[in-house]
């Protein structure tokens, strides 16, 4: 098959590929990220580090992730997510955080990088979503690693974007893209 990357549907597709593709938070290799030259790590919130709407994090995962700055990563937290929320949750984990943050556009993750004092060649941005944090990822060109979500349960808008990206996995798999 030609791939014609000039097509607006193929430009949509390369930007809805993740750098890489993991089942849990724990299987992300950090070695390779130092070895690409990443500085910084945003996180998406939702059924990423915490399940959908918990009001609190997990003792295993706060500890993970009060760990990594200890290997030279920055950490941010990036939410579409209301500021009360994602403060909270920020809190407890003491790193900085975006909320609201209209992911895929770019301004979240621009601020993100800015908070951590990085540009984003050298931030990485993991979350459970394609067309949210791995589209908003990619087009500013950060290292995207895409998650499992953590839990089925989720607001009805996610729910009604998981069947698109259903689609786009499946297309994205028959063209050999992932």
Known sequence: MVIDINKPEEKLFKLLVPCRVVNTLFEINFAELRQRGMQGIVFDLDNTIIPWSSPDICPEMLQWLKDLPAQDFRLCLVSNNGKERVKKIAFQCGV?????????????FRQAARV????????????DQLFTDVLGGNRLGMFTIWVKPLTTQEFIGTKITRQFEKLAVRLLKATGRL
């Open 96 to 108: 900085p955080f975006v909320a609201q943050a209209r992911k895929p556009l770019r301004r979240g």
């Open 116 to 127: 951590m004092g990085l540009s984003p060649d050298v931030v990485a941005v993991v979350g």
